[in-house]
């Protein structure tokens, strides 16, 4: 039973406009959400997160919603950029540090 | 500096084969992880060591056998794969925050990979 859910494979955006990026999970005790960007054969690199303590944390251009009650985060890309085309995983942990990943959205931003 | 670096990049071996993957970071992190990435799928969790000490091992075959000789390196020690073993390796590491005996760590922050093929 999948854990953290990215029900949207894919998303495309045009240059400049807002990404929004979904992801949601099922497990309660989760008390710290991270997204990730991973190019093909690499790494993923850590964008941001937020603790359950918070609704709203933002780095620049972007942006992490949680909604607790829902048990729902998003990230937002304001403004999407061609450079973050790239695959975004959604990521939740216990204080126990066991990273669970989503199955990833595949973000394509056209020029 | 959040730099998590991997050795080799590449690896071909075939099932008789003895490798091993290394991991090494600097930030003073005394938390590291191996993680393993089919195509398509997320990243699943392998190992966790905590202050050198294995602390999580998510029902991983024996074929597999990580060692943390410092608080800087990883290991993964391969030996007779199968060719269904062919993925990314990912290693990665974080703060260890927080006291009472649980594991609570910080933000992971990932290596490059190693892409193994097994034939």
């Known amino acids: 039973d999948q854990q953290v859910k990215q029900n949207s494979p894919s998303l495309s955006v045009q240059e400049g406009r807002i990404s929004i990026l979904n992801c949601d999970y099922t497990?309660?005790?989760?008390?710290?959400f991270l997204w990730y960007k991973k190019y093909p054969a690499e790494g993923p690199t850590f964008l941001i997160s937020i603790s359950s303590i918070k609704d709203k944390n933002e780095d620049g251009r972007f942006t992490v919603f949680l909604n607790k009650s829902a048990k729902h985060l998003s990230l937002h890309i304001v403004p999407s950029q061609p450079g973050d085309s790239a695959v975004y995983f959604c990521?939740?942990?216990?204080?126990?540090?066991?990273?669970?990943f989503g199955k990833g959205t595949k973000l394509s931003v056209k020029p | 500096d959040t730099e998590v670096t991997q050795t080799p990049k590449h690896l071909v071996m075939g099932m008789t084969n003895k490798k091993s993957l290394k991991c090494e970071q600097h930030m003073g992190h005394r938390a590291m992880y191996w993680y393993k990435q089919k195509a398509k799928k997320p990243p699943e969790l392998m190992f966790v060591?905590?202050?050198?000490?294995?602390?999580i091992n998510e029902s991983v075959p024996s074929r597999f056998s990580p060692e943390c000789p410092n608080s800087s390196l990883l290991n993964l020690h391969l030996h007779a794969l199968q060719p269904e073993d062919s993925a990314l390796y990912l290693c990665a590491s974080s703060q260890v925050i927080g006291t009472s005996g649980l594991l609570s760590t910080d933000t992971q922050y990932f290596g490059p990979g190693t892409r193994l093929t097994v034939l």
């Open positions: 060591y905590s202050y050198e000490k294995l602390s």
């Open positions: 497990n309660s005790m989760f008390d710290y």
């Open positions: 990521a939740a942990a216990r204080s126990q540090g066991n990273l669970i």
